[in-house]
């Protein structure tokens, strides 16, 4: 990404928009206006990353999931968080685009869904459930990549738009309207704004 992040004091956790609608779409859109020359990362910091991880349904409370506490382990989960979002776009991107994704993207994609397969255990019940060793902070992004496989492989793929406000926006989300002509990641934000200024224009 050539644009540079924004030095303003961070958007409450709360006031996120969910427009995706999916985790995984959603965790791409964590990037504000991913076209203008300054973008907003609303997950700066490890603990951002888990607060919005549990607003968005990626962890539950119980979970018991925080935050690296070593300085070196919270740089390290945070490029972990920035290259899988950045893959998860190139992979989404690529695909309402009709073209190849980037054979890095898929590799990184392919990588994540592995460390998920192999942190969960078949119980006695005959459910899964993730082993205990594998609810650190990287819980989210296995539970992330896992939602974009199972995106990717559902015919409703075929719904995945791009915001039409592609000077600056570029969000992606899931067309689920019933002509399927959505255009704006929300009619609230980018739809209004659009308006406002064909009516500037005369």
């Known amino acids: 990404m050539s644009a540079v992040s924004r030095h303003l004091p961070p958007r409450p956790i709360a006031a996120i928009r969910f427009d995706g609608g999916r985790s995984c779409l959603d965790f791409v859109n964590t990037i504000h206006d991913r076209y203008a020359v300054e ?4 997950l700066q910091r490890p603990q951002r990353f888990i607060a919005w991880c549990v607003r968005a349904g990626v962890l539950r409370p119980d979970d018991g999931v925080r ?7 919270r740089a390290a989960l945070m490029r972990e968080v920035v290259t899988l979002r950045q893959h998860l776009h190139a992979l989404f991107a690529a695909r309402i685009d009709d073209r190849p994704p980037p054979p890095d993207a898929v590799r990184g994609v392919d990588s994540w869904l592995h460390r998920a397969w192999a942190s969960q255990s078949l119980g006695a019940d005959g459910r899964l459930r993730w082993r205990a060793e594998a609810c650190d902070a990287r819980l989210p992004l296995k539970r992330l990549a896992l939602d974009a496989l199972d995106l990717l492989g559902d015919p409703s793929a075929s719904r995945l738009r791009r915001c039409a406000n592609t000077a600056s926006c570029g969000w992606l989300f899931l067309d689920t309207s019933k002509n399927q002509r959505r255009r704006w990641c929300a009619m609230e934000t980018c739809g209004i704004a659009d308006k406002m200024r064909r009516y500037r224009q005369g």
């Open 67 to 73: 935050a690296p506490r070593a300085a070196h382990r």
């Open 39 to 42: 973008v907003e990362d609303y």
